[in-house]
């Protein structure tokens, strides 16, 4: 029997802070017309879509035989720590739980919605599951920064205020970067063994340097785009130290298990700048 903390792992809780900092930012967007309620179903709804893609992805990926050999986070399919059939279970549950609090906040602002929604949680399952999963041809990144980014950080701000605005895609942009840099040192702690069994995630693509220049790159965005935000948004400078140490590490290692902390440290610098944007937002 599958143990509660397998499924806990399997969910890969160091990758939630992208579910997490769109949320908080678009919350702090409203400002006064923010809803709590509203805010709380959009946080559902985010969390969800972010533990049923890590279900999903382990699902697709184990009945591939492409996480045969790994190192990171537990697989659950590739480990035989559950059956294929249950994480599927698993994924098409959060999923469930996101469409119907979805639903929720849809009866509440826009039945509009609905259709990004589903847009949201097709993505999410054909990342890497389907017949051609756009994962596996190094789109993940844009679809991160649309759905974790765009999505997530302006729908946050909607639901709440009935408007979108160029401040709140301005806001948005260095939310879908960082959210972005947590999956592309996911991709760079595994680009070899992708390489071998025809994954080519963007760090494939760009190589052993490219992936961490890459990476560098987005935090540098992050940082940059801030500032389009509001003036105020230069105490997010305070994380500059924190990005600048961790785009060294990244590039200065080269053993994958050696990544695998950065991780979580890429999703704790996403926290911190989304909870310094948003006090920067409240301030102004």
């Not at 599927?88 to 979805?102: D, N, R, Y």
């Not at 340097?209 to 500032?227: D, E, K």
């Not at 994380?239 to 890429?266: G, H, N, W």
Request: some cysteine.
């Amino acid at each position: 029997m599958t143990t509660l903390d397998t499924w806990v792992k399997g969910g890969r809780p160091r990758t939630l802070a992208a579910a997490v900092a769109p949320v908080i930012v678009g919350s702090a967007l409203a400002g006064t017309h923010a809803i709590l309620g509203r805010a709380a179903l959009a946080l559902i709804v985010s969390l969800s879509l972010q533990i049923g893609v890590n279900y999903s992805n382990d699902y697709s990926d184990g009945i591939r035989g492409t996480d045969s050999d790994r190192v990171g986070p537990v697989r659950i399919v590739a480990s035989g720590l559950a059956t294929p059939a249950a994480v599927k279970k698993a994924a098409l549950i959060a999923f469930s739980i996101a469409g119907v609090a979805g639903i929720a906040l849809a009866a509440m602002s826009s039945w509009w919605l609905l259709l990004v929604g589903a847009a949201a949680i097709i993505a999410a399952w054909t990342y890497t599951g389907g017949k051609t999963p756009y994962g596996y041809k190094g789109f993940g990144e844009i679809s991160v920064f649309v759905f974790f980014g765009l999505v997530a950080t302006m729908g946050t701000y909607y639901v709440q205020t009935q408007t979108l605005t160029l401040r709140s895609l301005a806001a948005a942009i260095p939310i879908g970067a960082l959210s972005c840099a947590i999956l592309a040192i996911n991709n760079i702690r595994d680009r070899a063994k992708d390489a071998l069994v025809g994954k080519h995630t963007l760090a494939v693509h760009l190589g052993e340097n490219g992936s961490r220049n890459f990476f560098a790159l987005l935090l540098l965005i992050a940082h940059v785009a801030a500032l389009f935000v509001t003036p105020w948004a230069l105490i997010t400078l305070a994380a500059l130290p924190f990005s600048l140490k961790l785009a060294r590490e990244v590039k200065a290692e080269k053993e994958s298990a050696a990544l695998i902390p950065m991780i979580a440290k890429t999703g704790q610098l996403q926290l911190l700048f989304a909870a310094l944007l948003a006090t920067a937002i409240l301030v102004s």
